[in-house]
Each structure stands twice: as C-alpha cells, then as structure tokens.
C-alpha cells in the first residue's frame, strides 16, 4: 500500500515567529507625535494685523510674554524600543494591552523577513496570529523593574504559585523525575496579564492591491472572513459590560488536582470527571468543582453598528453588523458615535432554537481590534497649524452665523431657520456661577 501525500503548510510559522520576536526586541520608535491639548484655545490670542499674516502660521508668535525669558530648546529624545516599554509596562502592572502597529511591521522588515510576508499573512488570518504574536510575546516579556505588592491584586498571588508550578514541572520534564503529564502545565491563556490587539495599516492601497479604507457594512463579503478589515457606521445599541469566561478552573474533590479549561465559543460543556493519573489509575472518578477565583474573565461588550446615512442606498434599508469589545476595547464605544472599527470578521453559529431552525446557516459578527472615534470629546481635541488658520479665515469672512448653522444636521437639505433656532439655543444663554 502506498502512503499518503502530505502537503505541508505554505507558510513557515517558526520563521515567522522568529521574526516577530526581532520586531518586538528590536523595533525602535523614530518619529515624535506633537499633540497640542484643547486648552491652549483658552490662552491663545490670534494676531489680527493683516500686514503680518503669512501662510505659515508659528503657535510661539502669539506669546509675548515669555520673550524676555526665553525658555531653552528641549532635547530631542533618542529612539527608544517601543514594544519592549509596552511589555515592561505590562510586566509592571502599568498596561493591560499590546497593541501592534501594522504600519511599524510594515516599515521595520528588512530583507531577510521579506519574503515572509508578515503583514499580508496577518491581514488575511489575524485571528490565528493573535495567539502567534502572544507566543512571541511571552517569549521576549521582561521580567518585573520595581516590586510588586500582592496586596493589590488577588490574581498576583494564584499567578505566583502557577509560574513556580510551571517552572518546577518544566525542570522536572528535562530531568525525566517520574515522566510527569504535559497536562500539568497552566495554559497560556492564564497566565497572560494583556489582551493583544491589531491597528490596521493606514488608508491606503495594501500589498495585494485591495483598498484599505473603511467599509459600508453592505460591502462586507464572504470573502472578507478571517480577514482584518475596517468597517465604519453609527453605534445604534451599546450592552453592559460583562465578565466573559476565557479559562475555566476544576478541582478534584478526591485527589485535588486542578484542570483547567480553554473557552473559545460562545457556548461550552463543563467538565465533570476528573482526568488525572491519580483518580484514573485508583478508578475513583473524582468530581470536579469549578473554582471561579481561580478561573479567568475578561470584559466584554457587544455593540451593533448601522451603516451611516450616506452609504445607504435610495430605497434602501440601513443593515447592521455586530461588533463584540474584548479586554481594554470596552466602554470605547457609546450609541450615536460615529467611529471606524477594525476587526476579524469570523462567523458564529446560532445556539438554542435559532440552531433547530437556521440548520447549517451561521451568523456572523465583528471581533474588534481597534477603535478610531471620528467625534471626539473636547477633551480629547487636539489643534494644529492649519486649525487655527481655518478659525482666523472664518472669522474674517463675517459669516461665521452662516457657517456654523449649516453644520447642525448636513445631512437634512435646507430648514436655515430651524437649524439658526438651534444654533442659538446651543451657544445662547448667560454664565452661571454657582
């Protein structure tokens, strides 16, 4: 008998690996992102000689009041390794996130990655690099530079004791004492203290010549699944947040030993038998007991998204997609904000009654990566440059009344009156101290 043909996978995952571990050790920031705060529009004072205007517009020309003391130039700051910080700040307590830039990706490969293809790899499979890049992550993570305190956290104490067991059953694997089961071992899921995270590639044409800007929801295809897309629209409906169970912990009531269990679906079967040596090798079919201390949750959050009215057709009904938050992605999100939300488009099947019925059909939903809000709070604005200028140039004009009215509601033609009504109910009105 012949044997049969193996065909093994067209990508190398180990030199893939390998290489992610080289960004996330080697990877150094070079450009410094200059934000101005909301509140220098408190201080700022717009120079209104026209004989001294110009189109550069310099944010120092309007103090005067520090010329005659002059502060010095701050030194530019040397390159420093971006994603190692991330991680020391995620060993230190300080982060429970690690977001990984595309566009960092994209720009570090140098020759001997390029033909690896990491970022086209990531944006056609992401949900499976999700767990590639956390196993290089766990492989290059620091180890703690300050003192941490158990008295903060009650998770610091149960993780304690598993990275000790862990250690003690890895060196006892390279000693052969007594064979132990690989089963021993806590799962990665357990021990990780981050959610890891994808920020898209920005808007552009990508490697293989798709377009990168954000989707309507109706030009989500079937062959978007798996992929790393961005889709835009109106938050219509925002749930709670809740605890979502990601590992499940067992203990025995005869032997007691702890079993723990990876919950990837919406929906899973507890386990109710023992499975160690001990009770198999006695036969004593010990019960297990789920230890919810010692299992581990994250927050979750799902949110529907419609399409914006632009994108809506003529006769046409809105569609809405399911967006599901995870870990540091949640409360991001609140009903009426406009935002661009980069996921993993995966399909879900029905459970319950909807599963007798739907028979092989599946759902489909959303698995956010990344949130960008198109309104901002005025907390969270920040100026440049050409802001100001826009401000000064609609000043002049003397239609500021005009300008302002016409961008309450774009989207509804004509009706000036109503929409200066409101206007002036919005800005109108005395100052009140209480």
Do not use: W
């Not at 990344?370 to 000043?395: G, M, S």
């Not at 800005?427 to 101290?433: A, D, N, P, R």
Request: glycine fraction near 4%; aromatic fraction near 8%; charged fraction near 30%.
């Amino acid at each position: 008998m012949g044997t049969l043909l193996t065909l093994r996978a067209p990508v190398k995952y180990d030199a893939q690996r390998a290489a992610f571990e080289d960004f996330l050790t080697d990877y150094k920031s070079t450009t410094q992102e200059v934000e101005i705060p909301s509140n220098a529009l408190q201080d700022l004072s717009i120079n209104h000689d026209d004989d001294n205007t110009s189109d550069e517009y310099d944010f120092m020309d309007d103090v005067d009041t520090n010329k005659a003391n002059p502060k010095p130039a701050a030194p530019s700051e040397a390159p420093r390794k971006k994603y190692m910080d991330q991680l020391q700040e995620v060993v230190d307590r300080k982060r429970n996130e690690v977001l990984i830039e595309l566009d960092d990706l994209d720009n570090a490969l140098g020759e001997e990655f390029s033909g690896l293809k990491l970022v086209e790899s990531i944006e056609r499979n992401a949900k499976h690099y999700v767990e590639i890049l956390s196993q290089a992550v766990d492989k290059v993570m620091p180890k703690e530079s300050r003192d941490i305190t158990f008295k903060d956290d009650v998770m610091d104490i149960i993780q304690s004791q598993r990275e000790k067991r862990n250690e003690s059953v890895m060196l006892a694997a390279e000693n052969d004492v007594e064979q132990p089961q690989l089963d021993s071992l806590f799962p990665a899921e357990l021990t990780r203290r981050y959610t890891l995270a994808f920020k898209p590639l920005t808007p552009a044409v990508s490697h293989d010549g798709r377009n990168l800007k954000a989707l309507a929801i109706r030009d989500v295809r079937g062959e978007h699944l798996g992929r790393l897309i961005t889709v835009r629209g109106i938050a219509t409906r925002v749930s709670d947040v809740k605890p979502a169970v990601q590992v499940n912990a067992y203990t025995c009531d005869r032997c007691g030993y702890e079993i723990f269990q990876t919950v990837a679906a919406k929906s899973f079967s507890p386990m109710t038998e023992c499975a160690s040596p001990e009770c198999k090798n006695n036969n004593s079919k010990g019960q297990l007991f789920l230890s919810t201390r010692a299992s581990k949750f994250v927050p979750f959050q799902e949110v529907k998204i419609q399409e914006m009215a632009d994108q809506v057709p003529v006769g046409h009904i809105p569609r809405t997609l399911t967006v599901q938050c995870h870990g540091t992605l949640t409360r991001h999100i609140n009903p009426g904000d406009v935002a661009d939300i980069a996921g993993i488009f995966l399909p879900t099947p029905y459970t319950g009654f909807k599963a007798i019925r739907a028979g092989l059909l599946t759902d489909t939903y959303l698995e956010a990566q990344h949130v960008h809000q198109h309104k901002k709070a005025y907390e969270n604005l920040t100026f440049d440059a050409k802001t100001f200028q826009k401000i000064e140039k609609y000043k002049k004009s003397g239609r500021m009344y005009e300008y302002l009215s016409r961008s309450i509601a774009p989207e509804i033609y004509g009706h000036q009156d109503v929409k200066k009504a409101l206007l002036l109910l919005l800005i109108g009105g005395v100052t009140k101290e209480i």
